[in-house]
């Protein structure tokens, strides 16, 4: 995690020298799951609920897993400074180490445990994919074009593509396996045929072979050793260009970019938690990062369970907060999350893309533009311009890319997780400006917060000069 604290000048016992202010990973393979295995154990908080360091036995016991599988584990979260380790009287004793205490325990005000098991269940087996999502991101058509086949809606083979599309058949079969109305046709040969000559398109999954689909004209894109379609029960895989890496990864459509995250109601709460720890960290900084005190009533945009709502309403007690979010969420955030400041901080049910936005003074967008295309944002930003208050604003909290696009390293890696889990991507202050001003939006400020996330204001003229929020810009 970016936020560390303060690296002190003394090492961990066993480790003379060395800071525990944050592991080093040195580029070396396994490193992220050894810690995301320590959380998903629960290593951590089983230390800290000890009463003193514990030995292997113990921690092997009181984890559930096998004294091998531990000590290893153990030893290699001393190195990473996640784990400090005593080895007088000649038997290794193992405690948190100052970042283990601070970030990884349930019982931290700052604790991340959440957010690393959401990274270590859903957005690692993404970035398995990572060559995939290069080699097609954006692309319509089969890069290179060598070999590449398309298989058409009603049959036969597209411009370049391959003849006959019969994906039973070799090319050349003349079959109409095409695509129809949602449907994938087999060959009507006989032998080429299940008693359903027909199955569902949503329900082709798991066949790796078929690259992609234009959404443009609903093209299939193949290639030419990719026709043979398996006879087993088991339906297969589609995958459109340029997609997140949602299907591949978990089985779920690559349409809806909250599908894997949200795929069980364990998951959602988990990543909704996983939000709530975020904003424990970085929620002043950005919230504080301009004068909000003028806006009198706050919307936050797909807001989560309401933690950084929550912040700005200490913050600024004079606001009223709305949480505008989709019912499922908050439905997981009163059932599990319960505001302390309910009543300064509300809830709407809604979607920000479909339905209108409550009115306000101030619409706080954190984590959300980076999800989407550019298209996209500047749907959701005149929407949010048409709902804005004049004199009001729009509080953007994002990894800003530096000017020249080339850092920071994590916005940088940022971008390439949105290739894998959405769409989007992290931008430079001038390609917020441009999308702000396209909606509409000026007095555009960049406020860097020192933190994971930056701030952005910008605000919507009054009919006359002047403007709440000014301060700082």
Request: glycine share 14%; charged share 20%.
């Given at each position: 995690?970016?936020p560390?604290?303060?690296?002190?000048?003394?090492?961990?016992?066993?480790?003379?020298?060395?800071?525990?202010?944050?592991?080093?990973?040195?580029?070396?393979?396994g490193?992220?799951?050894?810690?995301?295995?320590?959380?998903?154990?629960?290593?951590?908080?089983?230390?800290?609920?000890?009463?003193?360091?514990?030995?292997?036995?113990?921690?092997?016991?009181?984890?559930?897993?096998?004294?091998?599988?531990?000590?290893?584990?153990?030893e290699?979260?001393?190195?990473?400074?996640?784990?400090?380790?005593?080895?007088?009287?000649?038997?290794?004793?193992?405690?948190?180490?100052?970042?283990?205490?601070?970030?990884?325990?349930?019982?931290?005000?700052?604790?991340?445990?959440?957010?690393?098991?959401?990274?270590?269940?859903?957005?690692?087996?993404?970035?398995?994919?990572?060559?995939?999502?290069v080699?097609?991101?954006?692309?319509?058509?089969?890069?290179?074009?060598?070999?590449?086949?398309?298989?058409t809606?009603?049959?036969?083979?597209?411009?370049?593509?391959?003849?006959?599309?019969?994906?039973?058949?070799?090319?050349?079969?003349?079959?109409?396996?095409?695509?129809?109305?949602?449907?994938?046709?087999?060959?009507?040969?006989?032998?080429?045929?299940?008693?359903?000559?027909?199955?569902?398109?949503?329900?082709?999954?798991?066949?790796?072979?078929?690259?992609?689909?234009?959404?443009?004209?609903?093209?299939?894109?193949?290639?030419?050793?990719?026709?043979?379609?398996?006879?087993?029960?088991?339906?297969?895989?589609?995958?459109?260009?340029g997609?997140?890496?949602?299907?591949r990864?978990?089985?779920?459509?690559?349409?809806?970019?909250?599908?894997?995250?949200?795929?069980?109601?364990?998951?959602?709460?988990?990543?909704?938690?996983?939000?709530?720890?975020?904003?424990?960290?970085?929620?002043?900084?950005?919230l504080?990062?301009?004068?909000?005190?003028?806006?009198?009533?706050?919307?936050?945009?797909?807001?989560?369970?309401?933690?950084?709502?929550?912040?700005?309403?200490?913050?600024?007690?004079?606001?009223?907060?709305?949480?505008?979010?989709?019912?499922?969420?908050?439905?997981?955030?009163?059932?599990?999350?319960?505001?302390?400041?309910?009543?300064?901080?509300?809830?709407?049910?809604?979607?920000?893309?479909?339905?209108?936005?409550?009115?306000?003074?101030?619409?706080i967008?954190?984590?959300?533009?980076?999800?989407?295309?550019?298209?996209?944002?500047?749907?959701?930003?005149?929407?949010?311009?048409?709902?804005?208050?004049?004199?009001?604003?729009?509080?953007?909290?994002?990894?800003?890319?530096?000017?020249?696009?080339?850092?920071?390293?994590?916005?940088?890696?940022?971008?390439?997780?949105?290739?894998?889990?959405?769409?989007?991507?992290?931008?430079?202050?001038?390609?917020?400006?441009?999308?702000?001003?396209?909606?509409?939006?000026?007095?555009?400020a960049?406020?860097?917060?020192?933190?994971?996330?930056?701030?952005?204001?910008?605000?919507?003229?009054?009919?006359?000069?002047?403007?709440?929020?000014?301060?700082?810009?």
């Open positions: 995690m970016d560390s604290p303060r690296e002190s000048e003394s090492g961990p016992r066993g480790i003379p020298g060395r800071s525990p202010g944050r592991p080093r990973s040195q580029g070396r393979p490193l992220p799951q050894v810690l995301f295995a320590a959380c998903e154990l629960g290593l951590f908080d089983l230390l800290a609920e000890a009463p003193g360091p514990l030995d292997v036995a113990a921690i092997s016991e009181g984890l559930g897993a096998s004294p091998r599988g531990t000590e290893l584990l153990l290699a979260c001393v190195p990473l400074r996640l784990l400090d380790v005593d080895t007088r009287g000649g038997t290794a004793r193992y405690a948190n180490s100052e970042l283990a205490r601070a970030y990884l325990t349930s019982r931290s005000p700052t604790g991340q445990r959440a957010m690393l098991r959401y990274l270590g269940s859903t957005t690692y087996r993404c970035w398995a994919h990572l060559a995939d999502a080699r097609w991101a954006g692309l319509s058509r089969p890069p290179g074009g060598a070999g590449a086949g398309v298989m809606p009603g049959g036969g083979a597209g411009a370049g593509g391959q003849q006959g599309s019969c994906p039973r058949c070799a090319p050349g079969c003349g079959g109409p396996g095409a695509l129809q109305r949602g449907k994938l046709s087999l060959c009507p040969d006989a032998g080429h045929r299940r008693a359903a000559p027909e199955k569902q398109w949503s329900a082709l999954q798991g066949d790796r072979r078929v690259r992609g689909q234009d959404e443009g004209t609903g093209h299939l894109w193949v290639l030419p050793r990719m026709l043979t379609m398996s006879q087993g029960e088991d339906t297969f895989l589609l995958l459109r260009q997609s997140n890496q949602y299907l990864a978990f089985g779920v459509p690559a349409g809806d970019l909250f599908a894997a995250i949200y795929r069980s109601p364990a998951e959602r709460l988990q990543f909704t938690r996983g939000l709530q720890e975020i904003w424990s960290v970085d929620g002043r900084r950005v504080t990062a301009f004068d909000l005190s003028p806006f009198r009533t706050v919307c936050d945009l797909g807001g989560g369970a309401g933690a950084l709502a929550q912040q700005c309403a200490s913050l600024y007690p004079g606001c009223r907060v709305t949480v505008f979010e989709v019912p499922e969420v908050v439905q997981t955030a009163r059932a599990h999350l319960p505001l302390p400041t309910e009543g300064q901080v509300g809830f709407r049910e809604g979607d920000f893309f479909a339905d209108p936005l409550p009115e306000a003074d101030l619409y967008l954190a984590r959300v533009l980076h999800d989407w295309s550019d298209e996209t944002c500047s749907r959701l930003l005149a929407s949010v311009h048409h709902a804005c208050r004049p004199g009001g604003g729009v509080l953007v909290v994002e990894r800003v890319l530096d000017a020249d696009g080339r850092g920071p390293l994590a916005a940088l890696l940022g971008s390439l997780n949105m290739l894998l889990q959405a769409e989007g991507r992290e931008r430079t202050a001038a390609q917020f400006r441009a999308l702000l001003a396209a909606a509409g939006f000026g007095g555009f960049l406020r860097r917060t020192g933190g994971v996330h930056d701030a952005i204001l910008a605000t919507k003229a009054l009919p006359e000069a002047g403007h709440p929020g000014a301060r700082g810009q």
